[in-house]
């Protein structure tokens, strides 16, 4: 018996769902060289701009200078540094929580504290749109694991019933395939009544939500005690990399003690936490940059709809245009490169099959010109194509 990995690859290429990496010559931005072509990328969740930023990146020059370049072991051995621990207070009073605590990348940031919160005996509910980190670390957590419908508190009432042990609701904060916001405040109404805890992972809130860009929780007006458990990742509107946990003291004690991503992984690099800092720096003091974020996003909805494209609910940063087929959502993408933009067309399994999309992401790097040219572009798409979607 051998495992016939051609087999597979060539079925996955039948199905339009092969997947291929643009390799990316250029810093992140609006405009970028990929396989050596100029393009007006709008498919980064460099949501403020900061990516590239001249005073990010001097912060990572002199925290390499000062700090070297790796974080040499994990946070428990000697990898936890100055600038980590700043960076961790930082977020912290970004949250208005007393702790946060910092993971090298979001996946591991959802796998630690779904897996150090919760096991045998005890139930895990998440939204059925969940990032696949969040579902991944339900499963692998080892509690009895459901799903409720998508932002439907009340199919989470009838689940949590049914829920045993210690219950963990998780949920998105924004839904990265469909950019919708989650119903925080039912959720945690119906989370709080079953004294269950609920958890967000708002790797899309940070940055352009909230009047000072805290995410989510804070667009809400929510408590810790509404949503004990926040996720945030820094590769985002952050525009550098890792991810955090915020909550009570005991909550981030625990993370330290028994989330196994954490204790067994090198800190990331102390340069890298410098650079964050200022980047957050630049997320509180500059409010320019969501505010420009809601205009391109008001003349892009504007714009596509006169086209007659099928847009879904969202305020935020995140524009999917709904296609449908899979084949037909690539050679959209296609016809939109060779008139040098850039969207990636998302398909299955990231996506239910019949609901391709083509996924616009803006950011505060962009300028109303730019978003006026992927508009013209999408329009001389949908004459040759036509606009209709046939997703079931």
């Given at each position: 018996?051998?495992?016939?990995?051609?087999?597979?690859?060539?079925?996955?290429?039948?199905?339009?769902?092969?997947?291929?990496?643009?390799?990316?010559?250029?810093?992140?931005?609006?405009?970028?060289?990929?396989?050596?072509?100029?393009?007006?990328?709008?498919?980064?969740?460099?949501?403020?701009?900061?990516?590239?930023?001249?005073?990010?990146?001097?912060?990572?020059?002199?925290?390499?200078?000062?700090?070297?370049?790796?974080?040499?072991?994990?946070?428990?051995?000697?990898?936890?540094?100055?600038?980590?621990?700043?960076?961790?207070?930082?977020?912290?009073?970004?949250?208005?929580?007393?702790?946060?605590?910092?993971?090298?990348?979001?996946?591991m940031a959802n796998l630690g504290a779904v897996t150090a919160l919760v096991g045998q005996g005890d139930t895990v509910l998440e939204d059925r749109l969940n990032h696949?980190?969040?579902?991944?670390?339900?499963?692998?957590?080892?509690?009895?694991?459901?799903?409720?419908?998508?932002?439907?508190?009340?199919?989470?009432?009838?689940?949590?019933?049914?829920?045993?042990?210690?219950?963990?609701?998780?949920?998105?904060?924004?839904?990265?395939?469909?950019?919708?916001?989650?119903?925080?405040?039912?959720?945690?109404?119906?989370?709080?009544?079953?004294?269950?805890?609920?958890?967000?992972?708002?790797?899309?809130?940070?940055?352009?939500?909230?009047?000072?860009?805290?995410?989510?929780?804070?667009?809400?007006?929510?408590?810790?005690?509404?949503?004990?458990?926040?996720?945030?990742?820094?590769?985002?509107?952050?525009?550098?990399?890792?991810?955090?946990?915020?909550?009570?003291?005991?909550?981030?004690?625990?993370?330290?003690?028994?989330?196994?991503?954490?204790?067994?992984?090198?800190?990331?690099?102390?340069?890298?936490?410098?650079?964050?800092?200022?980047?957050?720096?630049?997320?509180?003091?500059?409010?320019?940059?969501?505010?420009?974020?809601?205009?391109?996003?008001?003349?892009?909805?504007?714009?596509?709809?006169?086209?007659?494209?099928?847009?879904?609910?969202?305020?935020?940063?995140?524009?999917?245009?709904?296609?449908?087929?899979?084949?037909?959502?690539?050679?959209?993408?296609?016809?939109?490169?060779?008139?040098?933009?850039?969207?990636?067309?998302?398909?299955?399994?990231?996506?239910?099959?019949?609901?391709?999309?083509?996924?616009?992401?803006?950011?505060?790097?962009?300028?109303?010109?730019?978003?006026?040219?992927?508009?013209?572009?999408?329009?001389?798409?949908?004459?040759?194509?036509?606009?209709?979607?046939?997703?079931?």
């Amino acid at each position: 018996m051998s495992f016939d990995l051609a087999a597979r690859l060539a079925a996955r290429r039948a199905e339009n769902l092969y997947r291929q990496r643009p390799l990316l010559e250029s810093p992140q931005g609006p405009e970028v060289v990929v396989d050596g072509q100029p393009l007006l990328a709008f498919c980064n969740n460099d949501y403020l701009g900061l990516a590239n930023h001249p005073q990010v990146i001097e912060a990572w020059r002199a925290g390499a200078a000062r700090w070297g370049v790796g974080g040499g072991a994990s946070h428990l051995v000697i990898g936890h540094s100055g600038p980590h621990h700043a960076l961790e207070e930082a977020l912290a009073d970004l949250t208005g929580r007393p702790r946060a605590l910092l993971f090298t990348t979001g996946y591991m940031a959802n796998l630690g504290a779904v897996t150090a919160l919760v096991g045998q005996g005890d139930t895990v509910l998440e939204d059925r749109l969940n990032h696949a980190s969040l579902l991944d670390a339900g499963l692998l957590s080892g509690a009895r694991f459901n799903r409720y419908l998508h932002n439907d508190a009340e199919s989470l009432a009838k689940r949590l019933e049914k829920a045993t042990g210690n219950t963990l609701v998780v949920t998105d904060g924004v839904f990265s395939m469909d950019g919708d916001i989650a119903d925080l405040p039912a959720l945690a109404r119906e989370a709080k009544a079953k004294g269950a805890w609920l958890m967000v992972d708002d790797a899309h809130g940070f940055g352009p939500l909230g009047a000072h860009g805290a995410g989510i929780v804070e667009h809400f007006g929510l408590s810790m005690e509404d949503v004990p458990v926040l996720v945030g990742t820094l590769g985002k509107a952050f525009g550098t990399a890792g991810a955090f946990v915020a909550g009570s003291d005991d909550l981030i004690e625990s993370l330290i003690q028994f989330a196994r991503p954490y204790i067994y992984t090198t800190s990331q690099p102390p340069a890298l936490a410098c650079a964050t800092l200022k980047s957050l720096e630049l997320l509180r003091s500059e409010h320019w940059r969501r505010e420009h974020l809601k205009v391109l996003i008001a003349q892009f909805r504007k714009g596509a709809e006169q086209i007659g494209l099928e847009l879904m609910d969202s305020a935020t940063p995140i524009q999917p245009i709904m296609i449908g087929d899979a084949g037909r959502a690539v050679r959209f993408s296609q016809m939109l490169r060779e008139r040098g933009l850039m969207v990636t067309a998302i398909r299955p399994p990231t996506v239910p099959t019949g609901s391709a999309r083509l996924r616009v992401t803006l950011t505060a790097a962009h300028s109303e010109a730019q978003v006026q040219l992927l508009l013209e572009g999408l329009a001389d798409c949908v004459q040759q194509l036509g606009a209709a979607s046939n997703h079931a």
